[in-house]
């Protein structure tokens, strides 16, 4: 049995330690929050990275037990060609394969009425300056619009060229807004705007200005999805939302690593591509990807209606689904990529609608129990 509090949030994106960590004080040099700065100082990185989720605040401890299942869970949402979900499906509609091979489908549920973890990972570095009032103010409304008063979770993380916990996983909306509130930019010394930075008062550590210049997404979502919605209840869906430009620069995982990891979790990824596209741009092609292959969707918003457009959308995404559960032919526990496959046995319905869902999961390896929360 691990406790969820006891877990190592000493959310660092390396595994070398910092000259000097953030106090309880709250000051912005103490946060030493990861902030973008320039290429000349990057740390090198070490041989085996492992990002961790930095504690920035006494969390509340959730015992965590593992449990064997032999179910398949896949969530997945039907819309027709003007984007309007379709809420009428039945078990005969769907079939799924799983490397090819029709899979025998125990659980078909409309709108499953099961609980949700979701983190909301923001970007808080250079790019998202002009941007983060108006973040903020849509991942409050967010969370105040989806979540179900004893039943539903969320976390709060943030990050720059390191990851912090803001908020574990909590149903208290009190407690998420005073964490969203927390989320802010922090410039790094000598930073004049528009992603300059010139030269200022010496930094602690030339590893502490870097952290605060720099942006490690993929850490983020890596540490994220394996200390986090790894050891959220095994009956609900898993979602991480992130607000980034997109852009790394310092991240010690790749991408394909982050989006394995988060599969391994069971979690869809909704990405909300944002930040100050003049000075910095933004990966549309990165967090395509990445959503698309968690199963998730990726939006572009160009103003603050668009995003929050983009959240009631997630809203509906994570309402409006289906669930299917089957339990695999291939019985090996291997912990090989299975490729998924749900079709529409309609062929005259299949051309009308689209599905969204997650395109393949990692078996179980021997020993490897769920995380299901007591």
């Known amino acids: 049995m691990a406790v969820f509090a006891a877990l190592a949030l000493v959310m660092l994106a390396w595994e070398r330690p910092l000259a000097q960590q953030s106090s309880e004080s709250g000051s ?32 509340d401890s959730d015992e965590v037990v593992r449990v064997e299942t032999n179910l398949t869970n896949i969530f997945f949402t039907a819309a027709d060609k003007n984007k309007r979900f379709i809420s009428t499906l039945k078990k005969e509609d769907v079939r799924v394969l799983e490397d090819g091979q029709v899979q025998e489908i125990f659980t078909f549920q409309q709108n499953a009425d099961l609980p949700l973890s979701a983190a909301i990972l923001i970007d808080c570095s250079a790019s998202e300056e002009r941007t983060l009032p108006d973040e903020k103010a849509a991942a409050r409304s967010f969370l105040e619009a989806v979540l179900r008063p004893g039943k539903d979770e969320a976390a709060i993380v943030s990050f720059t060229g390191e990851v912090t916990l803001e908020q574990g996983f909590t149903g208290s909306l009190d407690r998420l807004r005073r964490a969203i509130d927390r989320v802010d930019f922090v410039p790094p010394a000598g930073y004049i705007g528009g992603g300059i930075v010139v030269g200022g008062t010496p930094p602690i550590s030339d590893t502490n200005q870097a952290l605060a210049g720099s942006t490690a997404i993929w850490d983020a979502v890596w540490a994220t999805s394996n200390e986090l919605l790894q050891d959220s209840a ?21 991408m394909h690593d ?114 299901a929360k007591r």
């Open 234 to 254: 095994d009956n609900a869906r898993r979602a991480i939302i992130l607000l980034t430009d997109g852009e790394d620069t310092i991240s010690q995982v790749k």
């Open 258 to 371: 982050a989006v394995e990891r988060a599969q391994k979790a069971d979690a869809l990824i909704y990405t909300i591509g944002i930040g100050d596209s003049y000075n910095f741009g933004v990966n549309e092609g990165a967090l395509r990807k990445i959503a698309e292959q968690t199963g998730g969707r990726a939006y572009f918003p160009h103003s603050e209606r668009e995003l929050r457009e983009a959240f009631a959308q997630i809203q509906r995404d994570l309402r409006e689904q289906y669930l299917v559960a089957y339990s695999p032919q291939t019985k090996a526990r291997d912990g090989s990529y299975r490729r998924i496959q749900i079709e529409i046995t309609n062929p005259e319905l299949r051309k009308q609608l689209k599905l969204n869902y997650r395109p393949g999961y990692f078996a179980k390896t021997p020993g490897a129990g769920t995380p």
């Open 28 to 59: 912005a040099q103490d946060k030493s929050r990861p902030r973008r700065t320039s290429d000349t100082q990057k740390p090198e990185p070490s041989p085996s990275p492992t990002p961790r989720l930095r504690d920035e605040m006494p969390q």
